[in-house]
């Protein structure tokens, strides 16, 4: 499995390249569209996120066929539901490969350990829990009745997951700063990423490249600024230099 690094606090010598924590979005409704995207990128990213879109219609399939490409995947199918099921679903995706998997931190803390537990076994994904949205402000926040800060709700849900045994967790880069003060040890990976004007399509919570690495975040997730350019290779080693201009502490 892909060795998964928190990048605070390593060496520079240690320190996982720009490649190494750039993640791409593979939102596409079918396989074929998901590997010509691949072969457009010319080799500039390593890691690929399969979402619901890709996963229901090209399965656990696409998933083998990019680990046997020497690929790493992040699996993100937002496991949300009763402890029993979700952790039947952990070990039913336990045996594809993944090397990242998303669960919902909002299921609470029985769920959150259900799924730890039943990722235990040796090929298991690292989990990841979802916080709060990148697609959702303060207002909607409001109108789910949640009354804290997006901030405040991440901060609360992380603490849960962090509690369950989970440091692996997904928040915008707005919060990431705070994150890695509060848990200074978890894995912290920032979808929301929109370099300089960029169109922020539904997203709310966002920052560049460069901001996201600068707050602490371990892996960007990039979606649609790469793979809707009109030459993605080109936008994705873009971010890459980006990436690499950020000098992070050491
Ligand atoms: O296209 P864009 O860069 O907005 O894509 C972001 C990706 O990250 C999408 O696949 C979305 O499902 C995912 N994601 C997110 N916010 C979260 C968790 C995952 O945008 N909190």
Request: charged fraction near 15%; avoid cysteine.
């Given at each position: 499995m892909t060795e998964l690094k928190?990048?605070?606090?390593?060496?520079?010598?240690?320190?996982?390249?720009?490649?190494?924590?750039?993640?791409?979005?593979?939102?596409?409704?079918s396989a074929d569209q998901a590997f010509d995207l691949i072969q457009r990128l010319e080799g500039c990213c390593q890691w690929f996120k399969v979402g619901l879109e890709l996963y229901l219609s090209a399965?656990?399939?696409?998933?083998?066929a990019l680990k046997d490409l020497g690929f790493s995947v992040f699996l993100d199918l937002k496991l949300h539901d009763i402890p029993n099921t979700v952790a039947g679903a952990v070990r039913s995706v336990s045996k594809l490969g993944a090397d990242l998997l998303t669960v919902h931190a909002g299921g609470g803390l029985a769920m959150l350990q259900a799924a730890r537990e039943a990722a235990s076994c040796p090929n298991a994904?690292?989990?990841?829990?979802?916080?709060?949205?990148?697609?959702?402000?303060?207002?909607?926040?409001?109108?789910?009745?949640v009354s804290g800060s997006p901030a405040e709700q991440v901060l609360r849900l992380a603490n849960i997951a962090h509690t369950a045994g989970i440091t692996g967790l997904v928040c915008s880069p707005e919060e990431a700063a705070r994150m890695r003060r509060a848990l200074p040890g978890s894995l912290l990976v920032t979808p929301g990423i929109r370099p300089a004007g960029a169109d922020t399509g539904d997203q709310k919570r966002i920052a560049t490249p460069a901001?996201?690495?600068?707050?602490?975040?371990?892996?960007?997730?990039?979606?649609?600024?790469?793979?809707q350019a009109p030459d993605p290779a080109k936008a994705a080693q873009q971010i890459l230099l980006e990436m690499a201009s950020v000098g992070l502490p050491g």
């Open positions: 928190n990048s605070q606090g390593s060496p520079a010598l240690q320190r996982p390249s720009p490649r190494e924590r750039l993640i791409l979005a593979l939102d596409f409704p399965g656990n399939h696409l998933v083998q994904p690292k989990l990841l829990a979802v916080t709060v949205l990148t697609s959702m402000d303060a207002s909607q926040l409001a109108a789910v009745g901001a996201a690495l600068a707050a602490g975040a371990d892996y960007l997730v990039v979606g649609r600024p790469i793979t």
